[in-house]
């Protein structure tokens, strides 16, 4: 017998390392520094930015629907990351791979930055000023998975890693 791809235990190493690697990324990008100097004159961390991000469509005023889809994109890259994640972990790595590009597309996707970032996220941050390394390590942790899913392809050509008889 031949087998196609890679072993169960190797398959099983291979996901878990991908997984501290993924997920050590994007806690180190809560700890580091996200944004420029917000409104009251300190770096906005990654965690802070997850928060205000992922709140303000259920804070009051409520946005209109050009400002909610303004924002969805945003909001949608972290709950994608870990949709792909768990599709990873169950073996789809076609599907991870296309949710983790949707996420990377929502985490750099921007709106107009004429002042509807600065409403959108209640003044709280300062988009003119540009991003640190905590937004470019989360926007990695996203890369990583759309990477190892690609890489995770490649290594299997056949849809099934079972034994092939010959």
């Not at 949707?102 to 002042?115: C, N, Q, R």
């Amino acid at each position: 017998m031949v087998t196609v791809g890679i072993s169960p235990i190797r398959d099983r190493k291979w996901t878990a390392i991908g997984l501290l690697l993924i997920g050590g990324l994007y806690v180190i990008s809560l700890l580091l520094p996200a944004m420029q100097p917000m409104k009251n004159g300190r770096v906005c961390f990654g965690w802070e930015a997850l928060c205000a991000v992922m709140e303000r469509p259920f804070c009051l005023p409520t946005l209109s629907l050009r400002d909610f889809l303004y924002i969805l994109p945003l909001w949608l890259s972290n709950p994608l990351l870990w949709v792909g994640v768990v599709l990873w972990t169950m073996y789809r790595w076609r599907a991870s791979a296309i949710v983790g590009v949707l996420a990377l597309i929502g985490g750099t996707f921007l709106p107009d930055a004429h002042g509807s970032v600065d409403f959108l996220l209640a003044g709280i941050f300062r988009t003119d000023c540009g991003f640190l390394a905590g937004y470019f390590v989360w926007l990695g942790s996203m890369l990583m998975l759309v990477g190892f899913n690609i890489l995770r392809m490649v290594i299997v050509k056949s849809p099934s890693s079972a034994p092939v008889a010959t």
